[in-house]
């Protein structure tokens, strides 16, 4: 069974340029070493420019746990961490 999930986050003012950047790095490195993601992509909100939502996919939740003890995942997730405004919202969801 896939697992889906929606993370959202809301970046600092100011910050937008720096996090865009290293999720562009974090997006590069899951697409090319984790088999398991079906997709791993951001958007960013029309409503609110500091909020953007992370659209991702899994082939299970194998892959999914895998993902987050990545030392690329680790290693950007913190410096990402230095441009958010608060904590991400995460919802995980189950494929039908």
Excluded: W
Excluded at 33 to 46: A, D, I, M, T, W
């Amino acid at each position: 069974m896939t697992i889906g999930v929606i993370a959202t986050l809301t970046i600092a003012e100011g910050k937008n340029a720096e996090f865009v950047k290293i999720f562009t790095e974090l997006s590069a490195q899951v697409n090319e070493k984790e088999p398991g993601c079906n997709f791993y992509q951001v958007h960013q909100s029309r409503k609110d420019p500091q909020v953007y939502v992370v659209l991702e996919q899994y082939a299970n939740q194998e892959a999914l746990d895998a993902h987050g003890k990545t030392d690329y995942f680790r290693s950007l997730g913190k410096q990402m961490g230095g441009c958010m405004a608060g904590a991400p919202d995460v919802e995980l969801l189950d494929g039908v």
